[in-house]
């Protein structure tokens, strides 16, 4: 592999920016890769585990770096912005990896100096895991990686950007920030909702009855609520920044799941037999 990037700022060293480290090193796609998280604690850790040059400040992780990398919660990146702003090197590029587009395109781009090129992305490649000790240099190998450029967009910076993405592993796609939203919350911000309700209903359950319900968890409940285990202030933010989309999702999943619930209380085998059987062919094309 040969080297796209001088120096990669990694800011926030958790999954995302872990497995990148990882996969960046393991692949010599970056000449040096320095790191920032805001708690001392997790800057410490990801010393330990010799995970990139770890510094004290944003400002310190930013300095001469060729690509800035904004690996925080959706809700941090304006504040993060702020941070690294003034110490930004002349024709930086800056990446973000969050889950949602348009509201990260909103925080970022007011805070942009002349000369720098933002490209928005979305690795669709994640675990239950957080923190800079869950990453690891396979995560996004064979997985999609967003890219949502904005109209004005630099074609030689967003091509460099997709040489490291692919050198990492991963399969790149463009998109419209907003069509990305709705995408995302149909396929991943609903269903981790829905995960986290499911182990809410359990537990209020158990509170209610005495139950050891979660106990007896069966395969189904814990395949189906593993997501649950994921990082609360991720998904606080991806839900307070994917307000509308999510919002549009929830809606149209509980006006399926009256139809569902009507076809029981009916005793209409045929319609919960045809709809299982049309959703079933649906999820096995899915690799
Ligand atoms: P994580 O919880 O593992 O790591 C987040 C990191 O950000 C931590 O190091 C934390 O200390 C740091 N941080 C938080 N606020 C900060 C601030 N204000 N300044 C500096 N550092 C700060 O999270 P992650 O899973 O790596 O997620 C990072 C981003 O990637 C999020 O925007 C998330 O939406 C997105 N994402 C996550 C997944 C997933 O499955 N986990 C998948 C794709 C994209």
């Not at 805070?111 to 090129?117: E, M, Q, S, T």
């Not at 995560?139 to 997709?162: C, E, H, K, Y």
């Not at 069509?179 to 309700?197: E, F, G, K, M, N």
């Given at each position: 592999?040969?080297?796209?990037?001088?120096?990669?700022?990694?800011?926030?060293?958790?999954?995302?920016?872990?497995?990148?480290?990882?996969?960046?090193?393991?692949?010599?796609?970056?000449?040096?890769?320095?790191?920032?998280?805001?708690?001392?604690?997790?800057?410490?850790?990801?010393?330990?585990?010799?995970?990139?040059?770890?510094?004290?400040?944003?400002?310190?992780?930013?300095?001469?770096?060729?690509?800035?990398?904004?690996?925080?919660?959706?809700?941090?990146?304006?504040?993060?912005?702020?941070?690294?702003?003034?110490?930004?090197?002349?024709?930086?590029?800056?990446?973000d990896v969050g889950s949602v587009k348009q509201s990260v395109i909103d925080a970022v781009t007011p805070?942009?100096?002349?000369?720098?090129?933002f490209i928005p992305g979305h690795p669709l490649a994640g675990t239950e895991h957080s923190g800079p000790?869950?990453?690891?240099?396979?995560?996004?190998?064979?997985?999609?990686?967003?890219?949502?450029?904005?109209?004005?967009?630099?074609?030689?910076?967003?091509?460099?950007?997709?040489?490291?993405?692919?050198?990492?592993?991963?399969?790149?796609?463009?998109?419209?920030?907003?069509?990305?939203?709705?995408?995302?919350?149909?396929?991943?911000?609903?269903?981790?909702?829905?995960?986290?309700?499911?182990?809410?209903?359990?537990?209020?359950?158990?509170?209610?009855?005495?139950?050891?319900?979660?106990?007896?968890?069966?395969?189904?409940?814990?395949?189906?609520?593993?997501?649950?285990?994921?990082?609360?202030?991720?998904?606080?933010?991806?839900?307070?920044?994917?307000?509308?989309?999510?919002?549009?999702?929830?809606?149209?999943?509980?006006?399926?799941?009256?139809?569902?619930?009507?076809?029981?209380?009916?005793?209409?085998?045929?319609?919960?037999?045809?709809?299982?059987?049309?959703?079933?062919?649906?999820?096995?094309?899915?690799?």
């Open positions: 592999m040969t080297q796209v990037y001088d120096k990669v700022a990694l800011i926030g060293l958790g999954l995302i920016a872990g497995s990148m480290a990882h996969a960046m090193r393991e692949g010599g796609l970056a000449g040096r890769i320095t790191g920032y998280a805001r708690s001392a604690e997790t800057r410490d850790t990801a010393r330990q585990i010799a995970l990139c040059e770890v510094c004290d400040s944003a400002a310190e992780a930013v300095a001469g770096a060729d690509l800035v990398v904004l690996a925080v919660p959706v809700g941090a990146m304006a504040d993060v912005m702020t941070q690294i702003t003034p110490h930004l090197a002349p024709g930086v590029t800056i990446t805070h942009l100096p002349a000369g720098a090129h000790r869950a990453g690891f240099a396979s995560l996004f190998r064979n997985r999609w990686w967003l890219l949502t450029p904005l109209p004005d967009t630099d074609p030689d910076a967003l091509a460099r950007l997709d040489r490291l993405i692919t050198a990492m592993g991963a399969k790149t796609d463009r998109m419209d920030a907003a069509h990305h939203d709705l995408v995302l919350a149909v396929t991943s911000h609903a269903p981790h909702l829905i995960a986290y309700t499911m182990v809410g209903v359990a537990d209020h359950l158990r509170r209610v009855s005495g139950e050891e319900v979660i106990q007896y968890s069966a395969a189904g409940f814990r395949d189906f609520t593993r997501i649950a285990a994921s990082d609360p202030t991720m998904w606080r933010d991806v839900f307070l920044h994917n307000k509308e989309a999510t919002l549009d999702i929830l809606g149209r999943f509980t006006e399926e799941l009256f139809v569902l619930q009507r076809a029981i209380r009916m005793g209409d085998g045929q319609q919960l037999h045809d709809y299982f059987t049309r959703t079933r062919a649906i999820r096995r094309g899915i690799i």
